[in-house]
């Protein structure tokens, strides 16, 4: 029931109101910007899709890359990987990670 009354009063917010609602979820995130998150490596269902659609060592631009997790498991996988987030908070976790791994900079904000 809690999903279903949410789900009802997030479909009558503004454009605009959902973007800040979606904003602060991530800035306040300690789930996405964690090391044991970012360092799990892909999700079951990544991996297919990679073997059907890339070759390896393609070029990828991630998109919402959070603070980093694909990018760290695409080039461990030996994939070009570079992204873009808009949270400075999930920026932030992966500068500091990305310099723990000896990584060069993963994240344009």
Known sequence: ???LHE???LGCLSADDLNAITAKHFDESQFYASDEHNLSGFSDWEPPLLERYFRPGSRLLVA???AGREIIALRKAGFDAEGFECSLPLVRACEKLFIQLGE??????
């Open 1 to 3: 029931m809690t999903a």
């Open 104 to 109: 060069p900079k993963c994240l344009t904000y």
């Open 64 to 66: 919402a890359a959070g």
């Open 7 to 9: 789900g009802v009063w």
